[in-house]
């Protein structure tokens, strides 16, 4: 394979920033250079460096002046819901069943499947996130169309089939043998097949029964390798309606410690309301609590308490949570991140933002060896990112004087347009997934949208 030196000015993060002037936790090349050779990073430094080591042969992606970063990374989100986003009028559980039960009920046909994991795949690379983990729905071709969309584009995603057995329609249950059965399937199908990690997804504790759970637990002791998702304390009525089903458990956060689901390889969706004594048995797990502020906001949920996780030593990550969350975009999620923060007085400075999309996301996963740094040997899964994409952002960014500041600008103002390019395992994708999705568009994809 050709080896391939993407120029740019190159920014990875070593470290979660302290501050905002704590500049050991980054690496900051104005001039910088990053060498893939084979899908991996090479080389990474000063360009004149990285080219004169490189040789003068190498083929060279010069994207001056623009950032090159690692590719963004998303721990939460729903790909049956890709077009449900902008449901109007509902909290939590009346929005579950009034458009998300619905929706999910088409993914029982293949094609349709198919259609959205490629139309989904395309939106994250548009928006430059090249990891995310996702829920597929209760059926099995939704997990076999998520997993061949990844693959087909080389990408490195986290998913799994839900498990719900009450609470849902009858289109969308399975049993507890059922949702053990064709979970052990996929996992053996899918898991460590190329970049694919299989994750273990009962929904959560009110669509799950006792003997659903209990089956869950068999599935996370027999497969400690794969990941664990479900919900946590999103809403209020939520939590009232999971405690009432487990009334034996202490707190929601006990239901999952009850049959072992918490694990450091375990991500919990949204962890709004949790007393001190749930987040520091999340804390002793070494579970993550995912952060998702712009569906928190859109279902008014409420606001995510991230200094409590910090002091009480729990783990936590950052998430757009697709189809409550109305962007794919990592950027504007982060956007939102800071003003729910904002509102309770906690501070979230532009490195630390930016720390949360790449390495810290990927410390989150545990994948921090792979994906999520720009280092000799990790994936070579970068971003390209803009600050004058759009004519406010080139207005804005003529008094820009610091790094900071740019970042700032891009995490408040940017969106896809931001995004320059999309290399996976250093190929690029953007553009090529812009031109998918305009073919699909043109040779019918829409005949797949209704049940």
């Not at 405690?243 to 707190?251: H, Q």
Request: glycine fraction near 8%; charge should be negative; include cysteine.
């Amino acid at each position: 394979m050709t080896d391939l030196l993407i120029r740019g000015r190159v920014l990875t993060f070593v470290e979660a920033p302290k501050g905002i002037d704590d500049h050991a936790s980054y690496r900051y090349f104005e001039d910088g250079a990053v060498l893939v050779r084979n899908g991996k990073i090479a080389d990474i430094g000063e360009h004149s460096d990285v080219a004169r080591r490189a040789g003068p042969a190498v083929k060279v992606a010069d994207h001056r002046p623009n950032l090159v970063l690692p590719g963004l990374i998303d721990t939460h989100l729903h790909f049956p819901q890709t077009q449900a986003i902008a449901s109007y009028g509902a909290q939590l559980l009346e929005w579950l069943n009034t458009y998300i039960f619905v929706e999910e009920q088409k993914f029982r046909q293949p094609e349709h499947a198919q259609f959205i994991a490629g139309r989904f795949m395309d939106e994250l690379l548009s928006n430059g996130t090249t990891t995310a983990v996702a829920y597929c729905s209760v059926h099995p071709e939704s997990v076999d169309a998520y997993f061949g969309a990844a693959e087909s584009r080389g990408m490195l995603m986290i998913g799994g089939k839900v498990m719900m057995d009450r609470n849902a329609p009858d289109a969308l249950r399975d049993t507890p043998q059922l949702g053990y059965d064709e979970t052990k399937q996929l996992i053996g199908k899918w898991h460590g097949r190329g970049r694919a990690h299989y994750a273990i997804s009962p929904r959560f504790a009110i669509t799950s029964t006792p003997e659903q759970m209990e089956m869950s637990r068999a599935l996370v002791a027999e497969h400690p390798e794969c990941y664990v998702q479900t919900h946590l304390s999103e809403n209020k009525d939520e939590i009232a309606f999971a405690t009432s089903l487990y009334p034996e458990a202490k707190d929601y956060t006990d239901i999952y410690a009850r049959y072992d689901l918490l694990t450091r390889k375990t991500l919990l969706g949204h962890c709004i309301y949790l007393s001190d004594r749930e987040i520091s048995v999340l804390a002793e797990a070494g579970a993550v609590g995912t952060f998702c502020p712009t569906s928190n906001l859109f279902l008014g949920s409420g606001l995510f308490d991230r200094d409590r996780f910090d002091k009480l030593g729990a783990r936590w990550s950052v998430a757009t949570d697709v189809g409550a969350g109305t962007s794919f975009s990592m950027l504007e999620t982060m956007d939102e991140a800071y003003k729910v923060l904002h509102l309770q007085g906690q501070r979230l400075s532009p490195f630390n933002s930016f720390y949360m999309m790449t390495l810290g996301n990927a410390r989150a996963l545990d994948l921090d060896d792979r994906i999520g740094s720009l280092h000799i040997g990790a994936d070579a899964d970068i971003v390209v990112l803009d600050s004058r994409a759009k004519p406010s952002m080139e207005l804005r960014m003529r008094v820009a004087k610091t790094l900071a500041e740019e970042l700032f600008i891009l995490q408040t103002m940017g969106d896809d347009r931001s995004v320059a390019e999309t290399y996976v395992a250093g190929k690029p994708m953007k553009h090529r997934a812009s031109n998918q999705a305009a073919e699909t568009e043109a040779t019918g994809g829409r005949k797949f949208e209704t049940v």
